[in-house]
C-alpha cells in the first residue's frame, strides 16, 4: 500500500505587477529623498587662512628701537640716524654699538632717502654729471664754456680749455673730447669722490 506523501516545504512567489510596481517606487522615493537631504546639507566651512607674523625689522631710526630689536631677535640692527655716507651704525644684541666706516662713499643722498653710488656720466641741464657721486661736478658738453666746475659749500671751482671743445663721448664715467689737439683726445674721468682728467695721445710721435 503506497501512503499519501508529505509536502516537504512551501514556496510563496508573488507575481502581482502592482505590488512589484508600488514597492520598487518606494524604493525611488526613499533614494531621492537620501540625495536632497545629502545636498542641503550645510557646507563645510572653508579652512582659515594662515597668517604668517611680519618679521621685525633689521633697520630702524633711532637708537632705543634697535636696541630692543637687536636684544630681542638676537641679531644686529642698523641705527638709520646714525647713517652716513661712508658708515654703517649697528646695535648688537650684547647691547653695545658698533660702527663700519668705508674707505669712500657707498650712498649718497637724494631727498630724503639714500641711493648707491654711481659715477655713470648722463647729459642734464646743458652738461655732463654723474648719476650719484658725493661730489657735485659737472663736465662740459662741448663748446666754449668751462671744462669742468666744481662745487662745495656753496663754493665753485672752474677749470677751463684754451679753445672750444666737442660734443664729448660718454662711456660709463668718462667723457671723451677727440682731437682737442692734433692726435690727442681729452678724458675726464667722474669718481664717487673727486675726478680725473688725463691726455690720451692717439699717434706715435716721428723720429
Partial sequence: MTGAKRPRGRHLTLSTPGLSRSLAAVAASAMTIAAVAFVSG???????????????????ADEA???HLAWKNRK??????????SSETFALPDGTIHTKQYATPIR??????????????????GVVVPE???????????GSGPLLTVVRDGRSLAMSWP??????????DTA????VLPGVD???????????EVLVVKTRPGP
Avoid at 644686529?76 to 655716507?85: C, G, M, N, Q
Avoid at 671723451?176 to 682731437?179: G, I, K, M, Q
Avoid at 681729452?186 to 680725473?196: G, R, T
Fill in 76 to 85: 644686529p640692527v642698523e641705527i638709520l640716524d646714525e647713517r652716513t655716507e
Fill in 132 to 142: 650719484a657721486v658725493a661730489l657735485d661736478v659737472r663736465f662740459s658738453n662741448g
Fill in 176 to 179: 671723451t673730447y677727440l682731437d
Fill in 65 to 67: 628701537t634697535a636696541m
Fill in 163 to 172: 679753445a672750444p671743445l666737442p660734443t664729448p663721448t660718454l662711456s660709463n
Fill in 108 to 125: 649718497v643722498r637724494r631727498g630724503s632717502g639714500w641711493v648707491a653710488v654711481n659715477p655713470t656720466l648722463k647729459v642734464a641741464g
Fill in 42 to 60: 550645510p557646507a563645510s566651512a572653508a579652512p582659515a587662512p594662515v597668517v604668517v607674523p611680519a618679521a621685525d625689522p633689521t633697520e630702524v
Fill in 186 to 196: 681729452l678724458q675726464v674721468s667722474a669718481q664717487v669722490d673727486s675726478f680725473s
